[in-house]
């Protein structure tokens, strides 16, 4: 597919009472530790990370970022590396626009999970490659919405160019009809790396010698990920975003206290949390 072919994505900024943020459950799914099994080239740039910025971690992978790994980069060919669970869709779309309008060829290598706004900027790639155990998943803008019903139902009708500009992305990368791609989103619908091969959002599979596990990482990830489930559940009941982060930001030293008496086992750590997220329920 040639870049030139691609349709351009244009979004406006949400109401204020809106504010995107990471589906729960690609969250859950998410295994930050998949990364490239090789030295990465100077030619690749890894997006392993949520995208936009991460309040939590202070990471995250901005446009900013890639714009400029893409000048660093050049006249030449780009490779994408690709694990993320999604995020901020604004930040997503100027991704998926810088790599879109690159002259040469752009290789995405889904090598662990693309979902949400992850999704969107793989589509950007000539060539999609993804591991047969990868992950693809699609859906409408997901965003935490708080105000009255003016409010929620203007967050709504603004919504609705992103979903459908996503649903012309889908559909034209898989030859299928508009419909189709919009079906897909609606029931959030998750492919594994044959069904995503199988219905063309992904041209061939990545080699498995191609993709490594930081156990480590991974491991550091899973506590992370688990207060942004926490967050994103929060944000659920109506509570603000400044409100929720103040009071996990409050607890926060006493979780790194109990994690020195604890174990890193996954199901006391679920535990824990949950009893966390009982508490600042109450």
Partial sequence: MSLKNLPEIRAERLPKVCAFEPDPEAIERWNAGIMAAQQTPENTISILDVIGEDFWTGGG??????????????????????NSPGGDFFEGVAIYNALRAHPHKVTVRILGLAASA??????????????????????????????????????????????????????????VKKSRAAEWMDNETWFNGEQSVAEGLADAFLPADQVAEDKTKAAAGRAVNATRRID??????????????????????GMHDAAATVTHDADDLATALQQLRSTLNS
């Fill in 61 to 82: 992978v901005t446009s900013k970022r890639v714009a400029a790994a893409l000048r660093a980069i050049g006249d030449q060919e780009v490779f994408v590396d690709l």
């Fill in 118 to 175: 992850a999704s969107v900027i793989a589509m950007a790639g000539d060539e999609i490659q993804i591991g047969k155990a990868g992950f693809f998943m699609v859906h409408n803008a997901w965003v935490v919405a708080i105000g009255n019903r003016h409010d929620l139902a203007e967050a709504a009708k603004v919504m609705e160019p992103f979903d459908d500009a996503m649903a012309t992305v889908y559909s034209d990368r898989a030859g």
């Fill in 232 to 253: 994103a559940q929060l944000a659920k009941s109506g509570i603000p975003r400044s409100e929720r982060r103040a009071l996990l930001n409050e607890v926060k030293g």
